[in-house]
C-alpha cells in the first residue's frame, strides 16, 4: 500500500467521510477521486500530526499556513469541498479513533504536538477590556501600511464595496468602494458644516470622502497605530488637516458631544457579545437627536450553517481573534435597545464575493510582492482568508449589511422626510462626479490592478 493510499484511509477515518478531493503524498503517490478538481498536497508527516493533536479545521489550517499542507488548482473549491464534508461527516468513535492512530504509526506521524505556526495569535488579558482589544486589532490592522497599499484601493477602504454596475473594464474595484462610500454619506443625508464621528476609522477613507464631497468636519477613532499613521499622512496630503481628525481612541474613551452623524463600518464585529450593549449605548450617546447612524457589521446566519460566532478556529487564531458574529436581528435588537430606532437594513452579501475576488486576485496574481511585505507564511494566511471569505459569503454562511438607524428626540420624533427615497437619498450610480466641496488635492480613483 502507498504512502498516499495509507494517507487517504487516515483521513478518511478522522474526516469520518470518503476524501473530497484526491491527495498527493510527500513521496509523490496519489489517491482518491481522480479529475480536474483540485488536488491536496500533504507535503510533511508533521501534517498529520497536527490533525491527530487538533482535528477538524485548527489542525488543517496550521498544516496550510506551515506550508505542510496545500491546495493545487482551485482554492476556493477545494475549501468548499471540506466544508461540506464538514458538514456532512459524523464524529469519531472509539474504533474510528484507534484504526486512525495505527495508520498514523505506520506512517510515522505520532509525536509530540508540533508547535503551532508563529503568527498564531498570543493574546491576553480578559476578554475585550481595553488592553486586549489593542491586542487584536493590532494583531490584524498592524500587520504592514505596506501590504494593505499594495492589496486594496487607492482609497484604502477595507470593507465590502457597493457595485453599482457588473465589473468590466470601465468599472471595478475602485469604482464600487467609491459607490460605498457616497451611498454611506448619502444614507447619513451629510452637508457642509456637519460634524461626522467615524468610530473604526481604518485608514480614513469615510473620512477623506466625507470631509471633500460633502463638507464636513470628520472625527475618526481607531486602535490600531499604523491606521491612524498612514491616515493622518493622507489627510496632510490632501489638506484637509482642518477637517479631519483621527484618534488613537478607544470607542468607550470618545469624550466629545454628541455629533451630527455617526458611523462604524466593519468595526461592530470586534466589540464582541457582552460589550456590544455597551457599543450600542456609546453610539447612541455620540448622536445629537435626529441624527442618524450608519452601521456596517457581517453577520452569520440564523439556518445554522455558521454556528462559529468567530467565523471558525482559523478565523479566530490568524486572522481576527476575539471577533464576534451574530444573526442580524440579534444586533438589532441592541440597537434598539440602546434607544435607536431602525430605519432601513441593506444587505450586501453578494456585494462582498464581488469585493473579495479582486483581492484574491491581486494576491495571487503578485505573490512574489506579497511574500516580499508580509512573508511566507502570512501570505499563506491570507490566501486562505481571503479564499474562505469569498466562499463564505458566497454560500450564504455569512451577511453583511448597512443599517440605517436615527435617534429620536425627547418626543419621540425621527425628524425624517416623509420620502423614503428623500431618506436613502439618491443612488451613487445615478450621479457619479460629485464636486469636491472645498479646496483639495485627492487624486482621481485609478484603475485596479
Known amino acids: ?41 500533504v507535503r510533511h508527516r508533521r501534517a498529520l500530526r497536527r490533525l491527530l493533536w ?10 496550510f499556513v506551515a506550508n505542510e499542507l496545500d491546495i493545487e488548482g482551485d482554492l476556493a473549491d477545494g475549501l468548499s469541498r471540506f466544508w461540506k464534508l464538514g458538514r456532512e461527516s459524523s464524529t469519531l468513535g472509539a474504533k474510528e479513533k484507534l484504526a486512525a492512530l495505527r495508520t498514523a504509526a505506520r506512517l510515522g506521524a505520532i509525536g509530540l504536538p508540533p508547535t503551532p505556526p508563529a503568527s498564531e495569535a498570543k493574546l491576553s488579558g480578559g476578554l475585550h477590556t481595553r488592553r486586549r482589544d489593542r491586542q487584536a486589532i493590532s494583531h490584524h490592522y498592524d500587520l504592514s501600511n505596506a501590504f494593505y497599499e499594495f492589496l486594496l484601493d487607492p482609497q484604502m477602504a477595507y470593507s465590502c464595496g457597493y457595485w453599482t454596475q457588473d465589473s468590466s473594464e470601465d468599472y471595478g474595484l475602485v469604482d464600487a468602494q467609491r459607490d460605498k462610500l457616497d451611498l454611506i454619506c448619502r444614507k447619513l443625508d451629510l452637508k457642509p458644516g456637519m460634524r461626522l464621528l467615524d468610530v473604526g476609522c481604518g485608514w480614513a477613507s469615510l473620512l477623506i470622502h466625507a470631509a471633500t464631497h460633502y463638507g464636513v468636519t470628520a472625527v475618526g477613532v481607531t486602535l490600531s497605530a499604523e491606521q491612524r499613521a498612514l491616515g493622518m499622512k493622507r489627510v496632510k496630503e490632501l489638506g484637509l488637516e482642518d477637517r479631519v481628525e483621527i484618534r488613537l481612541q478607544d470607542y468607550r474613551e470618545i469624550p466629545d458631544e454628541p455629533f451630527d452623524a455617526v458611523s462604524s463600518i466593519e468595526m461592530g464585529e470586534h466589540v464582541g457579545q457582552d460589550n456590544y450593549p455597551v457599543y450600542a449605548a456609546q453610539l447612541f450617546s455620540k ?3 435626529h441624527g442618524r447612524l450608519l452601521l456596517q457589521q457581517m453577520s452569520r446566519g440564523a439556518s445554522g450553517l455558521n454556528s462559529a460566532p468567530g467565523g471558525g478556529a482559523f478565523m479566530e487564531s490568524y486572522v481576527a481573534p476575539d471577533m464576534y458574529m451574530r444573526p442580524l436581528g440579534e444586533t438589532l435588537m441592541f440597537l434598539e435597545a440602546a434607544g435607536l430606532e431602525v430605519v432601513d437594513v441593506h444587505s450586501l452579501r453578494e456585494h462582498y ?10 494576491l495571487q496574481d503578485n505573490k512574489a510582492e506579497a511574500i516580499s511585505l508580509i512573508g511566507e507564511e502570512q501570505y499563506r494566511i491570507w490566501l486562505l482568508y481571503l479564499a ?18 436615527v435617534r429620536p428626540d425627547a418626543e419621540g420624533r425621527s425628524g425624517l422626510p416623509r420620502s423614503r427615497a428623500a431618506t436613502l437619498g439618491a443612488d451613487p450610480a445615478l450621479d457619479r462626479l460629485r464636486t469636491p466641496v472645498g479646496p483639495t488635492s485627492e487624486p482621481a480613483p485609478v484603475a485596479t490592478r
Open 388 to 405: 474562505g471569505a469569498a466562499l463564505a459569503f458566497e454560500e450564504n454562511r455569512m451577511g453583511v449589511h448597512q443599517m440605517l438607524l
Open 54 to 63: 487538533s482535528p477538524g479545521e485548527l489542525g488543517l489550517a496550521r498544516a
Open 287 to 289: 448622536l445629537r437627536p
Open 1 to 41: 500500500m502507498s504512502v498516499a493510499d495509507r494517507l487517504a484511509s487516515l483521513l478518511e477515518g478522522v474526516l469520518g467521510a470518503p476524501l473530497p478531493v484526491r491527495i498527493r503524498a510527500w513521496d509523490g503517490s496519489e489517491a482518491g477521486p481522480e479529475g480536474d478538481g483540485p488536488v491536496a498536497i
Open 353 to 362: 464575493v464581488w469585493t473579495v475576488r479582486p483581492w484574491l486576485s491581486t
